[in-house]
């Protein structure tokens, strides 16, 4: 069984189009209302971390009713997430990670409430990646490394020189988190984008083209299987 799954959420859009969803914010819910589903298959099946691609980088380039839409699903559902008590009852803990301060003030907010609500609970580790994207993770995390207060005042070739993989993977995002083992994108698009470019040299891929917000127990199931039949070589 895989420890820890990363899905990338795709295909909101074309499922509301096939829908006949009006608004953006009601596609984005469709997909938001998902989440629930998924969070107790995970509990089910004894997944200790799952990681959703919410949000990326680039995803802001498109037009502002839906980059407004999409966030105001988003803070509905972290918003939920705190008052839910099957959250509470298996102890979810929630955090998110990203360039959080590209999101508006409003979803920052139901950020910190959602993160403040679960800060204790050891239960399954659910990692939203919102403003995220996989470079701008691996930038950080060396700027991060070279800012650390005992090498500011370092000369470039020593810092350099010092700069080791294991230095790097302490600066990310979320250093604690494990390595992807399984990744899911949704909507039959076979791409990583940059999801977790970092976290997952070592991952299994499973693609489906169903979209995100139709996605079913039997679609999770059936990436779950495809895992297990497979050998991993971790590069050997």
């Known amino acids: ?4 799954i990363g899905i990338i959420l795709d295909g909101n859009r074309r499922y509301g189009l096939s829908n006949h969803l009006t608004g953006f914010e009601a596609i984005y819910a469709s997909g938001a209302d998902r989440l629930d ?6 509990i089910d099946l004894g997944i200790p971390a799952v990681t959703l ?3 990326s980088t680039e995803n ?3 037009a502002p009713e839906e980059v407004s839409g999409a966030m105001r699903a988003v803070e509905n559902k972290l918003r ?3 008052n839910n008590e099957d959250i509470h009852r298996a102890q979810v803990h929630v955090r998110t990670v990203g360039r959080l301060e590209l999101l508006p003030h409003s979803t920052r907010a139901a950020v910190q409430a959602a993160e403040a609500a679960t800060r204790d609970y050891h239960g399954l580790e ?18 991060s490394y070279l800012d650390a207060p005992e090498r500011r005042d370092w000369p470039a070739s020593k810092a350099a020189a010092a700069l080791t993989a294991d230095a790097i993977a302490e600066h990310l995002y979320a250093p604690n988190l494990p ?5 899911i994108r949704t909507s039959g698009e076979i791409r990583l984008s940059g999801f977790l470019l970092w976290q997952s040299a070592y991952s299994e891929f499973y693609f489906t083209d169903v979209f995100w917000p139709a996605f079913r127990r039997i679609d999770f199931l059936r ?3 495809a895992y297990q039949q497979r050998k991993r070589r971790f590069g050997h």
């Open 1 to 4: 069984m895989p420890r820890h």
């Open 37 to 42: 589903d998924l969070l107790a298959w995970c």
């Open 53 to 55: 691609w919410v949000f």
């Open 60 to 62: 802001f380039d498109r």
């Open 80 to 82: 939920s997430l705190c």
């Open 126 to 143: 659910l990692t939203l990646a919102a403003a995220y994207g996989g470079r701008e993770e691996i930038v950080d995390a060396v700027k």
């Open 179 to 183: 390595d992807l083992d399984l990744v």
């Open 223 to 225: 990436a779950i299987r």
